[in-house]
């Protein structure tokens, strides 16, 4: 798959299922793999329930973590560690 079929199926991802996320296409251990970044699990959970485990011959995985406020914040606080 060269770099502008790539391109055009982030650009459908991001079109048919929702703009607001990052979308990415890599090599994975399955194959070709679309990677889809959210920012939490309540919006990982919306966006799984758009897209489907196979999508345009790409497997797809959606990956968050936790809220990099709170991280920092740990990081600082005896307490909180």
Do not use: C
Request: proline share 4%; aromatic share 10%.
């Amino acid at each position: 798959m060269d770099i502008s079929e790539r391109d055009a199926l982030l650009l459908r991802a991001a079109i048919e299922f929702d703009s607001r996320f990052l979308y990415t296409i890599k090599n994975g251990t399955l194959g070709l793999t679309l990677y889809v970044n959210a920012k939490s699990p309540e919006e990982a959970h919306e966006i799984r329930a758009k897209i489907p485990v196979h999508w345009e011959g790409l497997y797809t995985i959606i990956l968050y973590s936790k809220n990099t406020q709170d991280l920092e914040t740990s990081l600082y606080d005896p307490k909180l560690r």
